[in-house]
T-cell receptor, first 111, second 115 residues
């Protein structure tokens, strides 16, 4: 357990609505990541952060934005949710020896 | 760009049989290699990793993986599986340098252990 929590754990929303997922860590890690998990695709990186206010895009960033105003929180926002964004979202931190540790995940359904 | 291929999407085996989950990668630079396990309805847990040194790495629950640079592989093995090993397994690589520690994952292999 790397002290990572995600909220909400489950969410159902409608197409076109904004959605924000929160990742919270308690151990002051510099690097944080957002992935999505879809069957047959494994996990794919959406965005990552290498410090407060320092973020960059991953391989599937279209339709997503992130913010990191303090070390412990990394927010993922879907500005206008679409059905293709139905997925399980995982947050991760980079711990010792370049190893990533994952949060419990958020299951998002967009109707 | 780097990529990871897990050669089997599903592997069914009987309890106490040996198993091998195959992982090949492609990268033009040196990499770190990881196996993660995901039990049903849970998050990902680190199973084992190769960063440097001995090419054979082991986990606490009997799995092992061998880094083969010439074949760009990092196959996961266990000599005798248990029902509790039923899970999805993900191979991942991380390139060094300025990659900011980003992971590239394979598609996953679902291991099902039958009694």
């Amino acid at each position: 357990d790397a002290g990572i929590t995600q909220s909400p754990r489950h969410k159902v929303t409608e197409t076109g609505t904004p959605v924000t997922l929160r990742c919270h860590q308690t151990e002051n890690h510099r690097y944080m990541y957002w992935y999505r998990q879809d069957p047959g695709h494994g996990l794919r990186l959406i965005h990552y952060s290498y410090g407060v206010k320092d973020t960059d895009k991953g391989e599937v960033s279209d339709g997503y934005s992130v913010s990191r105003s303090k070390t412990e929180d990394f927010l993922l926002t879907l500005e206008s949710a679409t059905s293709s964004q139905t997925s399980v979202y995982f947050c991760a931190i980079r711990g010792q020896l370049d190893t990533q540790y994952f949060g419990p995940g958020t299951r998002l359904t967009v109707l | 760009a780097q990529s990871v291929t897990q050669l089997d999407s599903q592997v069914p085996v009987f309890e106490e049989a040996p198993v091998e989950l195959r992982c090949n990668y492609s990268s033009s630079v040196s990499v770190y290699l990881f196996w993660y396990v995901q039990y049903p309805n849970q998050g990902l847990q680190l199973l084992l990793k190769y960063l440097s040194g001995s090419t054979l790495v082991e986990s606490i629950n009997g799995f092992e993986a061998e880094f083969n640079k010439s074949q760009t592989s990092f196959h996961l093995r266990k000599p005798s599986v248990h029902i509790s090993d039923t899970a999805e397994y993900f191979c991942a690589i991380q390139t060094g340098g300025t990659s900011y520690g980003k992971l590239t994952f394979g598609q996953g292999t679902i291991l099902t252990v039958h009694p």
